[in-house]
């Protein structure tokens, strides 16, 4: 899936994702990182064969978050503060070996991350499109929309603690992984950030 980001100045964020990010300017609206394509628009001009999704983050696969922080930030580009704004954390629980993160604040201040899953054996794979982070109140209606489109069900966690437990549940959708989580609140502007998803 190709995730669409609106934006008040669609020239102006294709600038600061080559220049921040090392994505590649495809033309037309589309940057690619690695083997994911995004889709820039402006707010209220979304395409009109989108997947009408507000999600939470885009996260892009890197061999190293470490090294991607450091470059990153040596840049010009800000740790975004209500996720990671000490740098890169860890979850040891998620898939077999854990996985380090570190988000960004992408064009429009919009988070993006970028994330290292640890695999055995060691391998450096390539960048690109690691999940889509959805947000939500109630888990199982979302996830029944996903279902709908033909997702199903590859891992379930629970981090935290009883007192503020946040469950986690991936997706696989088709070659993509969707990530629904029931953390906070979180309610998006209906026209702006990352507003839904587009067909390959």
Same mark, same amino acid.
């Given at each position: 899936m190709?995730p669409?980001?609106a934006?008040?100045?669609?020239h102006?964020a294709?600038?600061?994702?080559? #220049?921040?990010?090392d994505f590649v300017?495809?033309? =037309? =609206? #589309?940057l #690619?990182?690695?083997?994911q394509?995004?889709?820039l628009?402006a !707010?209220g ?6 997947l009408? +999704?507000?999600?939470?983050h +885009?996260?892009?696969?890197?061999a190293?978050a470490?090294a991607?922080?450091?470059d990153?930030?040596a840049?010009?580009?800000r740790?975004?503060?209500a996720f990671?704004p000490?740098? !890169?954390?860890d979850i040891?629980e998620?898939?077999?070996?854990g996985?380090r993160?570190v988000?960004?604040?992408g !064009?429009?201040?919009w !988070?993006?991350e970028?994330c290292e899953k640890? +695999? ?8 690109g499109?690691s ?7 109630d ?5 029944? #929309?996903f279902?709908a489109? =033909? ?6 966690h ?9 469950n986690v549940?991936?997706l696989?959708?088709?070659g993509?992984?969707i ?5 906070g609140p979180?309610?998006p ?6 507003v839904?998803l587009?067909?390959r």
């Amino acid at each position: 899936m190709i995730p669409v980001l609106a934006v008040m100045d669609p020239h102006e964020a294709a600038y600061a994702l080559v #220049r921040l990010f090392d994505f590649v300017d495809l033309g =037309g =609206g #589309r940057l #690619r990182f690695g083997d994911q394509t995004i889709a820039l628009s402006a !707010p209220g001009a979304a395409p009109a064969d989108m997947l009408d +999704l507000p999600f939470d983050h +885009l996260a892009l696969r890197v061999a190293d978050a470490t090294a991607t922080a450091v470059d990153f930030a040596a840049r010009g580009a800000r740790l975004h503060a209500a996720f990671t704004p000490h740098g !890169p954390r860890d979850i040891a629980e998620f898939w077999d070996h854990g996985v380090r993160f570190v988000f960004f604040e992408g !064009p429009g201040g919009w !988070p993006v991350e970028f994330c290292e899953k640890r +695999l055995t054996p060691p391998v450096q794979p390539l960048e690109g499109h690691s999940h889509y982070g959805f947000r939500t109140p109630d888990l199982d209606a979302l996830e029944a #929309r996903f279902a709908a489109l =033909g997702a199903t069900r590859v891992r379930t966690h629970r981090l935290g603690d009883d007192a503020a437990p946040v469950n986690v549940r991936f997706l696989a959708l088709g070659g993509d992984i969707i990530e629904l989580f029931d953390e906070g609140p979180f309610a998006p502007p209906a026209t702006a950030g990352w507003v839904g998803l587009l067909p390959r």
